[in-house]
Structures are given as C-alpha cells and as structure tokens.
C-alpha cells in the first residue's frame, strides 16, 4: 500500500494495521491521513508504504509462537529526511480480555529497551527490527509516546499462556501506527 504526502500540505501521516488472530472474516482496511499545513504543494511528495493492511495470526496455541513479517518504507520526497514513529491503540484486546506486551526473557524489555524473546514459555506480543531481540509497542491507551523506530522489516511475534481465553467465534483485536514525520 502506498500513501502520497504532498511537501507541505500533509506532514503527518499514519497507516493503521489491524492484528487479527483469525481469518474468520474478512480483514479491514484502514488508513487515516492527518493534514496540516495547505501553504504548498511544491516538490515531490513523502510517500510510506507498508506490505500489509492486516496481520492475520491464524488460530493460537498456547506456547506455540507466532511470528509474521512486515515492512514499512518511506520516500522522504522533498523534504530533508523524515522520523518514523510506531505505536499500538492498546495491547491485544477482546472484550475484557488482553494480551499483554512480552517482557521478554529477561522480564526487561520495554518501548525503547530489545531483548531475546525466545523462550516458549515467555507471552505477549512483542515487535523486533533484528527478529531476535524483541520490545514493546507504545501503548496510546496509556498515553504512552510513539516510539521511533527504522524504516524496514518489521517481526511481529505473539505467544499466549494455556490461561489465555481463547474463544473460537471472537478474535483479539488491535491496530498498530506507523507515522512519518518529515523533516525541512
């Protein structure tokens, strides 16, 4: 999917991903753009591109890791280079149900702090640039701010206790937020 920014009408810009654990029905698109600034339309445009509109999990068992892949891209256009920013609505959620973020093996990792999530008896839902060191997704349910990350692969993994719910009509749900900033 790829998003046009205009130099100066649309700084912002955020592609929401929808996390589905179940294909039970079909995935929804959506995409938010945020304007700014309608002074000018000069130069080429940012573009940010992701690989997917829809991570789907598929059906999860417990200590069963899942891992799924993605890519974000930005074309910083005009400007002088842009900051990418990434951050979920809030954990894995149904109903009053969540999946918490991994604290990953060492029981350490956060926001701005990777470490190995490998172990099958480690939960949560962790993101990873490197596919062996993991960390948290900023949480805007609690205000937590977007966190800055690099453009490029991006491993998702997800791993439930056997005291997860996990029922079978009703998916766990939540959208993850990638912003571009440019920079003039």
Do not use: W
């Amino acid at each position: 999917m790829l998003h046009e920014i205009p130099r100066y009408f649309n700084p912002y810009f955020s592609t929401l991903i929808q996390t589905n654990p179940s294909a039970d029905r079909p995935p929804p698109f959506q995409s938010s753009v945020q304007s700014g600034f309608a002074e000018s339309t000069n130069g080429k445009p940012m573009r940010i591109a992701s690989s997917a509109n829809f991570v789907d999990y598929g059906p999860i068992t417990p200590t069963n890791p899942i891992i799924r892949k993605i890519s974000v891209s930005v074309d910083p256009g005009s400007s002088q280079g842009y900051q990418l920013l990434s951050s979920a609505n809030h954990p894995l959620k149904l109903d009053d149900n969540i999946i918490p973020d991994t604290t990953c093996d060492n029981g350490a990792c956060s926001e701005k702090i990777a470490a190995p999530f490998l172990n099958p008896f480690t939960f949560g839902l962790g993101f990873s640039l490197d596919g062996v060191n993991y960390r948290q997704l900023a949480d805007r349910s609690k205000e937590e701010p977007m966190t800055a990350m690099p453009m490029g692969d991006l491993t998702i993994k997800l791993n439930v206790s056997q005291n997860q719910p996990l029922p079978k009509d009703k998916h766990y749900e939540n959208t993850l937020i990638f912003l571009a900033i440019p920079k003039y």
